[in-house]
């Protein structure tokens, strides 16, 4: 058996953030992954300002761009019928690093690990998969694991679920997420770089019935085809060759690379989801980032939704745990400071599913919805890049590292 003050179930973004914040401010936190690394691809790769800015509060900033060597964007610009349309203008964002940051998630996820790692009070179990919450009287005081043929036990004053959209965990204190019915899938796959992308850093293509993300991985493109919800058995009854074909007439630089799509195993379905849980604790038990709720991929913003509720988590309840127990009152005040962005860019994501970027309307970019979004961009250019910069790249509420460096 583990005894400590807060255990974290999930190693990813949301996990990793609050389990160095907790360590960095004296807490003893354990976190568990359930992998034995953190290489799982078609992750969220983008790394937004308000990210950047809280690596420069704790002073690593230098040293993540210089390890991790990112890919800078200082706009998100999109293409549309073969034109581009300039997207959010990070540059105008009062923070120190003003772009957003494009590494593989993976790199991200190992620096916070080695960073975390320097304060003594901090534990990363890999390759342990809680399965149970253990609950006495009402109150759930820590997790069942199994680590390969064993079986762990953690008690901890507090349990937080950060293991993601599918927790099994939060099932079993009856935390039910409330979807928002959104038309979408993606479809990720891998291209290789044939050539380099004639215009500049783009991510998304819109434009001859369909839409495309492509993110620039240095030797290839990771791309991402959004296609409606439940059409994937579709789009392979059209087989292969008419997929590609799709690729190509949105994006005729990567011809060559389409070769490369020998088989539908090489095309991984991301079901898309939106939700919140209408309740994210229970005594003893807290639920953030993908575990309280699910974001679309518009945007991007996940990560930096997870990373935000978990700085709020660590701003509220660190001394707490430090120094006593924590309540459920107390538990209450994250949902209380993370529910109303994460409403507000949950509903702005549904609206341009729904109204600009809907499959079943083709993606037909001179839409009523697609014809005012260009017409706002054209004529407000500055001041909606602007805006977008700062609902993109910040968020409603962006956090900021408020605990003090006890241990290191």
């Not at 459920?328 to 609206?351: G, T, Y």
Request: aromatic share 8%; with cysteine.
């Amino acid at each position: 058996m583990i005894q400590t003050q807060c255990c974290v179930v999930g190693g990813g973004p949301a996990g990793l953030m609050l389990g160095c914040l907790l360590a960095r401010a004296g807490v003893e936190i354990v976190v568990v992954e359930k992998h034995a690394d953190f290489f799982r691809d078609f992750r969220g790769d983008t790394i937004h300002p308000s990210t950047l800015e809280l690596l420069y509060e704790l002073g690593q900033i230098d040293e993540f761009i210089s390890k991790v060597n990112p890919q800078e964007y200082p706009s998100l610009d999109v293409v549309l019928d073969g034109h581009v349309v300039h997207g959010p203008d990070f540059t105008t964002l009062p923070t120190h690093c003003k772009f957003i940051a494009i590494a593989p998630q993976w790199d991200f996820l190992n620096f916070m690990a080695d960073f975390a790692k320097r304060y003594p009070t901090f534990q990363l179990m890999m390759s342990t998969d809680a399965t149970q919450l253990i609950q006495e009287n009402g109150v759930v005081v820590g997790v069942k694991a199994q680590q390969g043929e064993e079986t762990i036990e953690i008690r901890a004053n507090l349990v937080v679920s950060a293991d993601g959209r599918s927790s099994k965990l939060r099932e079993q204190v009856g935390l039910v997420a409330d979807e928002v019915g959104i038309p979408v899938d993606v479809l990720w796959f891998h291209l290789p770089k044939t050539q380099e992308d004639p215009q500049g850093h783009i991510l998304g293509r819109v434009g001859g019935g369909t839409m495309m993300v492509t993110i620039d991985r240095g030797t290839y493109f990771q791309c991402g085809q959004v296609i409606a919800k439940g059409g994937f058995s579709a789009v392979q009854g059209e087989g292969l060759p008419a997929f590609c074909q799709k690729i190509v007439k949105i994006a005729p630089f990567l011809e060559e690379a389409t070769h490369s799509l020998k088989d539908w195993d090489q095309v991984k379905l991301l079901s898309v989801q939106i939700n919140r849980l209408p309740q994210w604790a229970v005594p003893g038990y807290l639920c953030i980032g993908d575990a309280a709720h699910a974001m679309s991929p518009a945007g991007g913003v996940g990560v930096n939704f997870a990373v935000q509720d978990a700085v709020a988590t660590s701003n509220l309840l660190a001394e707490k745990l430090r120094t006593g127990s924590v309540t459920l009152e107390d538990l209450n005040l994250v949902q209380k400071r993370r529910e109303r962005p994460v409403k507000i860019i949950q509903r702005l994501q549904a609206f341009a599913h729904k109204k600009l970027f809907n499959p079943e309307q083709g993606f037909q970019s001179r839409g009523i919805g697609m014809f005012a979004f260009r017409s706002m961009v054209t004529l407000f250019a500055p001041i909606v890049r602007r805006k977008m910069a700062q609902m993109i790249g910040l968020g409603p509420l962006p956090e900021h590292v408020e605990t003090r460096e006890v241990s290191a």
